[in-house]
């Protein structure tokens, strides 16, 4: 007669009885502690909407403007909408000066048109400062050790890319950009306590 007991995740049993379950459980954590159970640790994802598969694909949209030719009608249709992008900045003339030049100032000769129009325009002069990206975190490394808060090992991975455009009267007259096409970086925090890590800090706020 087949057994009506299946294999379930990480070791555990369908069907089990109550003892068996104790058993798989425990079964469970020491397989978890030796190897890992990775596809239970966290993950998040942070993304600042847009329409692009990843940086390249942002830059080659803003490589399209050009100062003195696009229009904001332009912009939006390449993806740089400021009233639909999340956390936009929006910059007044002084801002958008100090943001694109050095302090002290340079030389006029040596300022970009499009900064000097801006600094003539003043209150007509508007710059918008968008960034999309898209960020992944994932926790990765051994569940019991990270379960039981004894290390944490944190892969961040993804892009963002800056756009800064500055428009007089509806009419781009310079673009700047910036950003980090690949993203990763590991972060490992180590807690040789454990749970019991923040215990002390918890007790002396309740005194």
């Known amino acids: 007669m087949p057994s009506l007991i299946h294999p379930g995740p990480c070791g555990a049993r369908r069907g089990a009885t109550p003892k068996r379950w104790g058993r798989s459980l425990i079964l469970a954590l020491a397989a978890g502690l030796l ?20 940086f390249d694909d942002a830059k080659h949209s803003f490589d399209q403007i050009v100062p003195y030719r ?4 332009d912009v939006r249709e390449l993806g740089f909408d400021p009233a639909r992008t999340p956390n936009v900045q ?20 040596t300022i970009p048109k499009g900064i000097v129009d801006c600094m003539k325009a003043q209150e007509a002069c508007v710059g918008y400062f968008m960034e999309p990206s ?37 009419k781009v007259v310079y ?33």
Request: with cysteine; hydrophobic share 35%; net charge positive.
């Open 35 to 54: 190897g890992g159970c990775a596809g239970l640790l966290p993950t998040s994802k942070q993304a600042v909407s847009n329409q692009w598969q990843g």
């Open 90 to 109: 929006i910059l007044n003339h002084s801002q958008v000066v100090r943001a694109v030049l050095p302090s002290p100032l340079q030389e006029l000769g």
């Open 175 to 207: 673009k700047q950009w910036s950003g980090r096409p690949k993203i990763e970086e590991t972060e490992v925090r180590n807690n040789p306590l454990g749970p019991l890590q923040g215990l002390g800090e918890s007790m002396k706020g309740g005194l």
């Open 70 to 73: 696009s229009s904001m009608d």
């Open 134 to 170: 898209h960020i992944d975190r994932k926790r990765v490394g051994n569940f019991m050790l990270d379960f039981l808060n004894f290390k944490r090992d944190t892969l961040t991975t993804g892009w963002k890319f800056g756009a800064l455009i500055v428009v007089i009267h509806d």
